[in-house]
């Protein structure tokens, strides 16, 4: 019986030993796992094999994107933009871009509210998501003739060491049919998203320019005044910026003209925009476009000049409506030249867009 008794007492031992390592591993792998969480939350996306990964400069967030698209890194914005061939060979950006932003205390989304409404148009936010643990709200506007389709997007990340709020706004800058042919590609990318928790905490707020739109980053070459802007003043540089959209998205339509037609003859006709060339494109919408950002009721009034041949073409824009220190005009043409009036000058002798030497 003593026996027994003292071998009992030997396997409880046991046992109770077998509980605490095995309850211990469990403890520690659960610490482990907790520490990895805390220090980067990864998505479960498959990305696809013919993907980028790219990590931004801050480390703060990672993404990945089709390997056939570009992408344009700042301190604080990551734009990635689908390139076409031109005719002529040369490479020409669309306007399918998307660009993540890292917002502080809101600032960047209070500016697209503010001067979204002095454009009498209403912000929509709802949620959307959940990426890495984090929740995505989707923001629509309406009217949608203001912003370019579709909606933008908004990750909250949490405060950083100062207390100040750390956001992502992802906005995506397409038309509706590029829209309904990109949407799943642009959730795939949102979807990949991958945060370091650890640089929530270590980012630092100077390092984030507010008053900028994410929405379209042309609206940055209207940006330079550093002096307080009036509501008209707003408005006016907010017109002349969706302009410029409208005219990379020009150059794509100008060449799908020159895949048809052999030619951009007709992308122009007496001096104007034909909106007549064949194939049907969204050249129509696009001018309408322009002529309402104009404020004017036709072509002639709003400030166009294109001229096209054979085998080049060249579009230039003078704004009605200007601000002092900011582009007067804008300029495009079939050699992939895209810039203001402080880069480029029309040139009908060359039908070229001629760089103003510095």
Request: net charge positive.
């Given at each position: 019986?003593?026996?027994n008794?003292?071998?009992?007492?030997?396997?409880?031992?046991?046992?109770?030993?077998a509980?605490?390592?095995?309850?211990?591993?469990?403890?520690?792998?659960?610490?482990?796992?907790?520490?990895?969480?805390?220090?980067?939350?990864?998505?479960?996306?498959?990305?696809?094999?013919?993907?980028t990964?790219?990590?931004?400069?801050?480390?703060?967030?990672?993404?990945?994107?089709?390997?056939v698209?570009?992408?344009e890194?700042?301190?604080t914005?990551?734009?990635?933009?689908?390139?076409?061939d031109?005719?002529?060979g040369?490479?020409?950006?669309t306007?399918?871009?998307?660009?993540?932003?890292?917002?502080?205390?809101?600032?960047?989304?209070?500016?697209?509210?503010?001067?979204?409404?002095?454009?009498?148009?209403?912000m929509?936010?709802?949620?959307?998501?959940?990426?890495?643990g984090y929740?995505?709200?989707?923001?629509t506007f309406?009217?949608?003739?203001?912003?370019?389709?579709?909606?933008?997007?908004?990750?909250?990340?949490?405060?950083?060491?100062n207390?100040?709020?750390?956001?992502?706004?992802?906005?995506?800058s397409?038309?509706?049919?590029?829209?309904?042919?990109y949407?799943?590609?642009?959730?795939?990318?949102?979807?990949?998203?991958?945060?370091?928790?650890?640089?929530?905490?270590?980012?630092?707020?100077?390092?984030?320019?507010?008053?900028t739109?994410?929405q379209?980053?042309?609206?940055?070459?209207?940006?330079?005044?550093?002096?307080p802007?009036t509501t008209?003043?707003?408005?006016?540089?907010?017109?002349?910026?969706?302009?410029v959209?409208?005219?990379?998205?020009?150059?794509?339509?100008?060449?799908?003209?020159?895949?048809?037609?052999n030619g951009?003859?007709?992308?122009?006709s007496?001096?104007?925009?034909?909106?007549?060339?064949?194939?049907?494109?969204?050249?129509?919408?696009l001018?309408?476009?322009?002529?309402?950002?104009?404020?004017?009721s036709?072509?002639?009034?709003?400030g166009?000049?294109?001229?096209?041949?054979?085998n080049?073409y060249?579009?230039?824009?003078?704004?009605?409506k200007?601000?002092?220190?900011?582009?007067?005009?804008f300029c495009?043409?079939?050699?992939g030249?895209?810039?203001?009036?402080?880069?480029?000058?029309?040139?009908?002798?060359?039908v070229s867009?001629?760089?103003?030497?510095?």
């Open positions: 019986m003593k026996y008794k003292g071998f009992a007492n030997i396997i409880l031992v046991v046992v109770i030993v509980i605490v390592a095995v309850g211990g591993y469990f403890v520690l792998n659960r610490k482990t796992q907790e520490l990895n969480i805390n220090q980067t939350s990864n998505t479960t996306a498959t990305i696809p094999k013919d993907w990964t790219y990590t931004h400069s801050t480390g703060l967030y990672s993404l990945s994107y089709p390997s698209w570009d992408i890194a700042g301190s914005k990551t734009s990635l933009l689908v390139r076409i031109g005719a002529n040369q490479k020409l950006l306007t399918n871009v998307i660009d993540v932003r890292i917002d502080l205390d809101n600032q960047q989304l209070n500016f697209i509210q503010t001067s979204a409404k002095a454009q009498n148009t209403s929509v936010q709802k949620k959307w998501k959940s990426v890495g929740q995505i709200d989707e923001i309406t009217p949608k003739t203001y912003y370019i389709l579709p909606p933008m997007y908004l990750m909250k990340l949490g405060k950083n060491n207390g100040s709020e750390i956001s992502l706004i992802i906005g995506v397409m038309l509706q049919y590029q829209w309904t042919q949407q799943s590609t642009v959730e795939g990318i949102i979807d990949s998203l991958s945060i370091n928790k650890d640089k929530i905490k270590t980012l630092i707020p100077t390092s984030v320019q507010p008053n739109y994410p379209d980053d042309n609206r940055n070459k209207f940006n330079e005044n550093t002096s802007l008209e003043e707003m408005q006016t540089r907010d017109r002349n910026a969706k302009i959209t409208d005219m990379a998205q020009l150059q794509t339509t100008a060449e799908l003209i020159f895949s048809s037609n951009y003859a007709t992308f122009c007496n001096g104007l925009m034909n909106i007549n060339a064949k194939p049907l494109t969204d050249l129509p919408a001018v309408q476009d322009i002529v309402t950002a104009q404020q004017v036709s072509q002639s009034q709003a166009i000049t294109c001229i096209s041949n054979q080049k060249v579009l230039r824009i003078i704004f009605t200007s601000i002092a220190g900011y582009p007067q005009s495009i043409d079939s050699l030249h895209m810039g203001d009036d402080r880069k480029f000058k029309l040139d009908s002798t060359t867009c001629q760089k103003i030497e510095s």
